[in-house]
């Protein structure tokens, strides 16, 4: 194994976390383990991976119907990958109208929760389906025919994923743009894709506030010429000019429309949507995915992964602007028939208690979040939660970057009621559902994402392609194919196969490099160290930024930390350590040095942070990743840019330069 590969497990994490029998029994996953006869989670978790085609075989057919069936499973001509061959489906069916048709035609698919207290709306299948069609039959009438693209630019209301719905029944492709992105960054896709009509609104609530949208369009559709049509949801009542022949009101649109629609009988390589995500060069990439998978892969880890039930209230808070909110917010949970929470604003507002009223009110029992949203909610304090009943929550899961073990044990307990398991799922846009995690009978490490899942054959490998031995890590990578993989860049072929599978081309060709680094402990336990080009190199050992950031933020005094190496003549790098404090800490030299030392204690002596700083806020994505390429760069006196994609630019002014 090449030496530069290796990353060395540093601290060692003995804590288990068991899950109540009560869950175990109750879970999806147990359910089916026990119905094939597998003895234990590793030999189930073994053979369906084995025999991945014969896994997803069975997924397909357990989570979706088929107009036809498909005659052959797989063809796979790396780095292209067609599932289902033969077959014709439509996620918009699966999610929607075999519901409507079926004996959960009242059951409810959205409980929509608007940011103003008391703005609620009930929508049941059949009511969704309803809305899907109008819509549906709305943008045929502006002209969207199959394949055509249409963006969407809207916060998160019941029109977001009724219009994405709408899309795929009829086949064309949505491209869902983050509410907030910039115009700048909502020109550059929308350009990139070609896109017919954007969908978007007047405004939006954000902390009591009507904000408004439509300018943004307005101003990016003035370079994009592909754009005929601008629909527009009123959602703020604000007064938005509107431009004859180009803009028209949803309302409007939908008014007359039947509320019956042909659904699109597709081939499952059909393309379903376009969804840009940054890569290192700073240039989105459209990664694109296909209806057949996403008629399997969401709606097979909802159900094994996150264990949603017929009967749960299942609340995933991400937004539908990222892959997560697509996965795991719509196709994931519609397909399986669930109930979901739909919340339009801020964690904190009226305040920072909000969420945890709406899981009291609606009795969720199923919650996904993300690491930044628990640290924030652990800096305010126990108090919050406490005021509520949260004696519903059963599961609770966490996605997008490591949960450092400080934040799962006050998630665990100040939300699980100290019983629910963390799913911690590791996944990427690229791969279009869960890929790493636990199941509920799967035995917790706090801070590891436990195993790759049933179908997956995910490894750890070192820079020549070798399996690494456990105790080391290296780069995750695929060595097989699965339903909802990405199938290209949109119009990058080139870039798709540099990015992604030109790494081990010549040793193993069709594996698919992730881009992130892990290891795998003595027990086989996997722990995500963060993107590959985020590792930090200290006097030739490798360390994980999100390693030394985990180990800050377990000191008593911090709340978050943010790490990245400074070039150093003799040790090649030096930690760095940002650190924002707990409400009500006082700053002082000797909590410097007494944050470095404990980082010291729990890492050892290499991963000794040399410089630490107190700063208020650092920059972030709006998926709530610290983006430590813009604090590097500003601290070391580097052009920081394009910062228009941060959620929190302005934080940028206070990194200190450092050299
Ligand atoms: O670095 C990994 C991190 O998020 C990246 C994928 O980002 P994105 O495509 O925006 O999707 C986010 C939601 C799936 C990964 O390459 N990441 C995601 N989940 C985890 C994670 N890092 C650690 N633990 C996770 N559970």
Sequence with gaps: ???????????????????????????????????????????????????????????????ADWFKPYTQILEWNPPYAKWFLGGKCNVAYNAVDRHAKSW??????????????????????????????????????????????????????????????????????????????????????????????????????????PLPLKPNVDEAVQNAPSVEKVVVVK????????????????????????????????????????????????????????????????????????????????????DCGWITGHSYVVYGPLCLGATSILYEGAPDYPDIGRWWSIIEEYGVSVFYTAPTAIRMFMKAGDQWPKKYNLKSIRILASVGEPLNPEAYVWFRNNIGGGQAPIIDTWWQTETGCHVIAPLPMTPEKPGSVAFPLPGFNTDIYDEDGNSVPLGYGGNIVQKTPWPSMLRAFFRDPERYMKEYWQMYWDVKPGTYLAGDKATRDKDGYWWIQGRIDDVLKVAGHRISNAEVE????????????????????VKGEVIVAFIILKEGVQESEDLKKDIAKHVRSVLGPVAYPEIVYFVKDVPKTRSG????????????????????????????ENIPLIV
């Design 104 to 209: 959960r035609r009242n059951k409810v698919a959205y409980y929509f929760v608007g940011e103003p207290v008391g703005d609620t709306k009930t929508i049941t299948y059949y009511q969704l389906y309803q809305a899907v069609n109008k819509m549906a039959n709305g943008l045929k009438s502006l002209g969207v025919k199959k394949g055509d693209r249409v963006s969407i630019y809207l916060p998160m209301i019941p029109e977001l994923p009724i219009t994405m719905l709408a899309c795929a029944k009829i086949g064309a492709i949505h491209s869902v743009v983050f509410s907030g992105f910039s115009a700048g960054g909502l020109q550059s896709r929308v350009t990139d894709a070609e896109a017919k009509v954007v969908v978007t609104s007047d405004g939006f609530y954000r902390r009591g506030k």
């Design 625 to 652: 990743k610290i983006m430590r390429r813009v604090i590097k760069a500003k601290a070391l006196g580097k052009p920081v840019g394009d910062i228009s994609a941060l959620a929190n630019p302005e934080s940028v």
């Design 235 to 318: 959602r703020a009542g604000l007064d938005v000019p509107m431009k004859e022949g180009r803009d028209i009101w949803y309302h409007d649109l939908i008014k007359d429309q039947p509320a019956e629609c042909y659904t699109e009988e597709l081939d499952p390589e059909d393309r379903l949507f376009i969804l840009y995500t940054s890569g290192t060069t700073g240039k989105p990439k459209g990664i694109e995915h296909a209806h057949g998978g996403f008629c399997v892969g969401p709606a097979y880890t909802t159900a094994w992964a996150l264990d949603v039930h017929e009967e749960d209230v299942y609340w995933c808070t991400a």
């Design 550 to 569: 985990s180990a800050a933020v377990s000191h008593p005094a911090v709340a978050e930390a943010a790490v990245i190496g400074k070039p150093d003549e």
């Design 1 to 63: 194994m090449a030496e530069t590969a290796k990353t060395a497990v540093l601290q060692e994490e003995t804590r288990i976390f068991n899950t109540p029998q009560w869950i175990i029994e109750y879970s999806n996953s147990y359910q089916w383990m026990k119905k094939k006869g597998f003895k234990t989670e590793k030999e189930m978790r073994e053979w369906c991976s084995q025999n991945y085609l014969d896994f997803w075989d069975e997924m397909a057919q357990t989570y």
